[in-house]
């Protein structure tokens, strides 16, 4: 049994303008150690299919499917079963951690009450406990910083906070969701070094939800691409990442700038991200991709095992060869 | 697409985003407006609104008695069909219903130039002020935080008694203690607008300082100066009438809501319509400014609930 | 901290120079006023202003005096009684509107905070909306309106307390003043408490907290109390400066003999210097309530530290 399983997940909003279909037919499964990076643009639905495994949809939402942790079905736990397992065995840090720490409470309270809830410490036992894993993400000076508000420290500093709050009490799981996106360049790079370490350490199964493939090259074993809610590529790291195989991977992986590079310009994808609320019949993608046909806007592609690589499945109606040459065509930068 | 160039791929996109725009466009201020219209109670309230104020102008014309006409016969009478009387007659056997639709057109006459006169004062202060900025910003702002530290209905008395109760005198005593509110707001918009990014976009276009205030800052003052003008109004109104509850404010022989309710309060226990008429007039009035000025206030940034 | 409170409270005395200044000098130019030739008054009455104005003075010594006169707390005497003063009439009437004013505004705190929050957690169903409906009855009816109809209800209908007066503190005379405060106040603090508990229960903060599994009592409690509550402090100040006016229209409804009946008797009677002490008064109150709140806020606030 693998120590996550999410079978078939999908996510619903009830809003002004109709049902919103924002997450559909999410699966993955992860065990110890290993690493999913799940990468989209933004409303893709990346976020919100965690926030739902972690029972943080918003009010509106709602979601399908299963999310089984050593199989229990997360999806239809009470809350106070979820609570036990939330901030213990899964843990989860979020994108901005200005806003995400709580300014008016001190970083020791925020950190004793979870190990006081979960593990029934005593307030001392809590704090020394705290204190060693703030030693552990290297917050310098941590004994006395402890007693500090947030707003005294600076961005990379919380989020190393925040990471350390999560794994407190050394949860099997970790959910990142774009834990870097709004830090800058070179204290990304300590906090993805950080992760990498912590998973040696401790074994954590890391999800990885970024925009950045920078990131995930440097952190994951299996990716998943998402886009318009659906995954349309999922598959070993390495496969993805040097032999695309989805015309919407090959197009975001051209985007990335290059210092390289002969010409001065930035390659986008043409289009723009899609309107959730009036989404395509068959793939999402379709309004946006230069191999797009009829077939493609009214029939939804199953996601199935690439014909080259069987580690690697795809949604697409073409076929590999068909992207493999539109790479070679086009430019390509892979 | 993928493309042989950058710059194929550059042009192209931008091709495509203009292509995409089938949707067709509206502008803020038509979104605004069905907003409005689709919330039922500002719509009922705007309506209720206009209803009152046309009966407060035309009714007294229509009905048949002198506000101020003593009718002998019908002292204290509760609402009757009979001899016209409506809403019952007060002790000297003058007719409520008139006394309540021309102490209507009072209470809505001050309320009107009262706010005309400090939505004025309040536009003209925050626009300078947040235009110059610096030490003169620093300052008229100081002037108007003194003004809200000190309790308007103290010095409103304070200058009743010196001034005296004549109309225009309310007017101004009510004016001096309405304008900071809108002020305040003005002076923040305008800052803000200042520095905002489509205006620098428009300086950097050469457009002339002339065109950019008329055409990208009063338009947006105008969002919120029309929502807190919905906000004054019943304040105004309502200051009026505390006024002239307390005995402070409109004097006889005139008389306002604010009065009206004063000697209804008197003679409740005996003829408690004396009371409720005028109490209900001027109640429904300030609701329906208030749901006015919350439907405006969700029509023109939905996002501040 | 300290400096902080030092510099507010230094800040506010322009405010207070400038409302004593101006008041001053506008009773000066009223025709028929003390400072007036023209003013008919009894000899007694004069000989009080003489010896509290200096009336024969030049006018920057008038002023001198009066300032002074204020820094030792001397309020000035009537225009109309000469056997009091205004300190006199003040002692008699202040403790009346001291109780029942904050007597009201505690109770409606407590009410307020406690509603507010209910509806809060509750939101959308029926305890919501009858606070909410609370809310807006208490905001949108003008307190004249709202005491006489208390007084109908209760003492003219129900016959359960008195339509008004006051017997020296007994409480059968402070209930409906007090209820009536209290109804309006609570639905401004509910109000407020609501919304902003709603706001802060939606931010990025207490979704942390939510992941770390805590329970929802424990967010409530201890993360998302505080800063819900800060919205609701920095209104007691306007809240508490209304309560002045407030206490005017429910002395004046009910026929208490506090600060706020002496000053409409004392406009009615055009009694310029009563009215004019009392202005400073009721100002200085004002503007240490303000001091107060502000100060309060710094302290809830973590990072307001200058």
Redesign the interface.
């Known amino acids: 049994m693998s120590l996550i399983e999410v079978k078939n997940l999908g996510v619903r909003f009830q809003t002004q303008d109709g049902l919103i279909y924002a997450v559909n037919g999410i699966n993955f499964a992860l065990d110890r150690g290993q690493t999913l990076g799940i990468v989209g643009e933004s409303g893709s639905g990346k976020s919100q299919s965690v926030l739902a495994m ?3 949809l918003a009010r509106n939402g709602q979601a399908s499917g299963q999310a089984l942790y050593q199989g229990q079905d997360l999806l239809a736990m009470k ?2 079963e ?7 065995r899964v ?2 840090i ?1 994108q ?1 951690p200005m ?7 001190t970083v020791e ?1 925020q950190m004793t ?2 190990l006081q ?2 593990k029934g410490m005593d307030r001392k036992s809590a704090r020394a406990r705290s204190v060693e894993l703030l030693d552990a993400v290297k917050i310098p000076d941590a004994a006395r910083r402890i007693a500090m ?1 947030p ?1 005294e420290f600076s961005g990379g500093m919380r989020q190393r906070v ?1 990471i350390a ?1 999560a794994l407190l009490c050394e949860p099997e799981v970790l959910i990142a969701d774009e834990p870097t996106t709004a830090l800058d360049v070179t204290v990304q790079a300590q906090i993805i070094t950080l992760l990498r370490d912590l998973q040696r350490d401790f074994g954590t199964a890391i999800v990885m939800i970024t925009h950045d493939l920078g990131v995930v090259a440097g952190l994951c074993d299996e990716v998943m691409v998402l886009y318009g809610g659906r995954v349309m590529e999922q598959g070993d790291a390495d496969s993805i990442f040097y032999s695309a195989s989805h015309p919407y991977t090959v197009g975001l992986l051209g985007a990335i700038p290059r210092l390289d590079a002969e010409d001065d310009l930035l390659v986008a994808i043409p289009g723009a991200p899609p309107n959730m609320a009036r989404l395509p019949r068959g793939c999402p993608f379709s309004e946006r991709c230069a191999l797009a046909d009829a077939e493609c806007r009214d029939v939804l592609p199953a996601l199935l095992a690439a014909e080259n690589n069987a580690a690697v499945r795809r949604a697409c109606h073409r076929s590999v060869q068909a992207v493999s040459e539109l790479v070679a065509r086009g430019v390509s930068h892979a | 697409m993928l493309f042989k160039n950058k710059q194929d791929a550059l042009v192209a996109a931008l091709g495509n985003t203009l292509e995409v725009a089938d949707i067709s466009g509206r502008s803020p201020w038509a979104d605004a407006r069905g907003r409005f219209l689709r919330n039922r109670a500002a719509v009922f309230s705007l309506c209720l609104l206009v209803f009152i104020t046309l009966t407060c102008i035309a009714g007294p014309w229509l009905l048949p008695h002198a506000f101020d006409a003593a009718d002998w016969d019908a002292m204290s009478m509760s609402p009757t069909l009979r001899n016209w009387h409506f809403f019952g007659t007060d002790e000297s056997g003058r007719d409520l219903a008139v006394r309540s639709l021309v102490g209507g057109r009072v209470s809505l006459m001050v309320g009107f130039l009262a706010t005309l006169s400090s939505v004025t004062l309040g536009i003209v202060w925050g626009a300078t002020s947040g235009f110059m900025g610096g030490k003169v910003d620093a300052f008229m702002m ?1 002037i108007v ?2 003004m809200y ?7 409103a ?6 001034l005296g109760r004549a109309f225009y005198l309310v007017v101004i005593t009510i004016t001096m203690f309405s304008w900071m509110d809108m002020a305040r707001v003005v002076r923040g918009q305008t800052l803000s607008l200042r520095s905002k990014e489509f205006i620098e976009a428009a300086r950097a276009l050469g457009v002339p300082t002339r065109r950019i205030i008329f055409q990208h800052i009063v338009p947006n003052l105008l969002g919120v100066v029309v929502i807190y003008t919905t906000v004054t109004v019943p304040a105004v109104i ?1 200051t009026e ?2 006024l002239s ?4 404010g409109i004097q006889e022989p005139m008389t306002s809501w ?1 009065v009206l ?2 000697d ?2 008197s003679v ?2 005996v003829s ?1 319509w004396m ?1 409720l008429f005028p ?1 209900g007039l ?2 429904t009035t ?2 329906c400014f ?1 749901y006015i000025g919350d439907g405006l206030r969700d029509a023109l940034d939905p996002k501040d609930r | 901290m300290w400096s902080y409170a030092l510099r507010r409270i230094l800040a ?1 005395i ?2 207070l120079l ?2 004593v200044t101006v ?1 001053y000098l ?2 000066h ?2 025709p028929g ?1 003390p400072f007036d030739d023209e003013r008919k008054v009894s000899a007694a009455v004069l000989a009080n202003l003489q010896a509290k104005y200096h009336l024969d003075l030049p006018l920057w010594q008038q002023y001198l005096h009066y300032l002074n006169s204020l820094l030792h707390g001397d309020l000035g005497a009537s225009f109309r009684y000469a056997d009091w003063s205004v300190n006199e009439l003040v002692a008699k009437a202040l403790p009346v509107s001291a109780v029942i004013g904050g007597g009201a505004i505690v109770i409606a705190l407590f009410v307020g905070v406690l509603l507010g929050t209910i509806a809060a957690l509750r939101q959308n169903s029926v305890v919501d909306y009858l606070v909410m409906l609370l809310g ?1 009855a208490g ?4 307190s ?2 709202i ?3 208390l ?2 209800v209760f003492a ?1 209908w129900l016959k359960v307390a008195p ?1 008004g007066g006051w017997n020296d503190f007994s409480p059968r005379f402070m209930v409906l003043p007090m209820l009536l405060l209290v109804f309006i106040n609570v639905a401004t603090i509910g109000r407020v408490m609501r919304g902003s508990l709603i706001e802060v229960l939606h ?3 207490i ?10 009592r ?1 967010i409530i409690l ?2 998302a109390f ?2 819900a509550l800060l919205p609701v402090v920095s209104i007691i100040g306007p809240l508490a ?2 309560s ?2 407030s206490a ?2 429910t002395e ?2 009910f026929s208490l003999p506090g600060l706020g009946k002496l ?2 008797n ?3 009677n ?1 009694d ?1 210097t009563l ?2 002490g ?2 400073v008064l ?2 200085v109150i ?2 240490t309530f ?1 001091l107060l709140v502000d100060l309060t806020y710094a302290l ?4 307001i530290r200058y």
């Open positions: 972690m029972g943080l809350p106070a979820l609570n036990k397992i939330r901030g213990n843990a989860m979020f901005d806003t995400s720490l709580n300014p008016y409470l309270r009450e979870v809830f979960h508000y707003h925040m709050m | 100081r935080d003194m530290a000190v309790p308007y209905l103290l010095i008395i304070l200058m009743v008694t010196i309502l009438s505390v509850f307390l005995g402070l604010g309710i004063h209804g309060a409740m226990e408690v009371l109490a001027l109640s300030l609701y208030n | 506010t322009p405010t400038a409302v008041c506008l009773l130019a009223t006023g807006n905001h949108a009816f003008p004249f309106v005491g006489p109809v007084i109908l003219v339509a931010s990025n903060f979704r942390t907290a939510r992941a770390k599994g805590l329970p929802m424990t201890r993360h505080k800063p400066i209304s002045i006016t005017i229209v004046s409804v000053i409409v004392g406009a009615a055009r310029y009215v004019l009392l202005v009721v100002t004002a503007v303000n809830l606030d973590p990072k």
